[in-house]
């Protein structure tokens, strides 16, 4: 049997960009990416606190410590600059491994740099 488990988590990071007329995803600093385990096009999901809304999508490397969290193509229409996004990712794993994991959860401050870690 197999379990999808979330791996890591961006906790509350403000959208800084919505790039409608890209061809979509979300370009996320890269030191947050490499904090939370998160690889260049892998798949997120995107919950925005402030409508409600969830979106998946897949990761882009921003610039390293830039703070940048952009919507690009349709999911900029999900988002507006200075709302509050959580971004997860996931893997899908056995039981037994699934028993034992622990996620990343990566908290910012508002302007998108590390607060807290809490490594696997």
Known sequence: MFITMLKSKI???HVTEANLYYEGSITIDAALMDA???FEHEKVEVLNV?????????AIRGNK??????????AARRA???DVVI???Y???DKEAAQK???AIIKVDPGNKIAHENCR
């Open 36 to 38: 939370a385990g998160i």
């Open 91 to 93: 893997v899908i794993t």
């Open 50 to 58: 402030n409508t409600g809304q969830r979106l998946e999508t897949y």
């Open 87 to 89: 971004i997860l990712s």
């Open 11 to 13: 906790h509350r990071a």
């Open 65 to 74: 410590g830039s703070g940048v969290i952009c919507l690009n193509g349709p």
């Open 80 to 82: 507006s600059v200075g």
């Open 101 to 103: 994991m622990k996620p």
